[in-house]
Nanobody, 113 residues
Framework: VQLQASGGGLVQPGESLRLSCAAS????????MYWYRQAPGKERELVASISYGSDPKYSDSVKGRFAISRDYRNKMLYLQMNDLRPEDSGVYYC????????WGQGTQVTVSS
């Protein structure tokens, strides 16, 4: 599985961004998909996950503001981020897991006034 994340940028607090992750390969349909983020000097943290037939899961810090979704037909993963805060800044990575874990290259999100 190859993953390509995009959609990051510089926004002001309270604004929104939508991240996208394009997946290739035949395992997308079976994989659990994740969004992680990593701020400078901090460990990578799980933001959201989605798997077939289950409700999406979110970290407490983003619950109610972020929404993860996937398009099985086009092999796309999304993260809609609303009401962004400075503490949401970091590099966002999409990841998949089916027997092995795969990572995309990351996209930078900066929330600053």
């Amino acid at each position: 599985v190859q993953l390509q994340a995009s959609g990051g940028g510089l926004v002001q607090p309270g604004e929104s961004l939508r991240l996208s992750c394009a997946a290739s390969g035949s395992l997308f349909q079976r994989a659990v998909m994740y969004w992680y983020r990593q701020a400078p000097g901090k460990e990578r943290e799980l933001v959201a996950s989605i798997s077939y037939g289950s409700d999406p899961k979110y970290s407490d810090s983003v619950k109610g503001r972020f929404a993860i979704s996937r398009d099985y037909r086009n092999k796309m993963l999304y993260l809609q981020m609303n009401d962004l805060r400075p503490e949401d800044s970091g590099v966002y990575y999409c990841s998949s897991y089916y027997r092995l874990q795969y990572w995309g290259q990351g996209t930078q999100v900066t929330v600053s006034s």
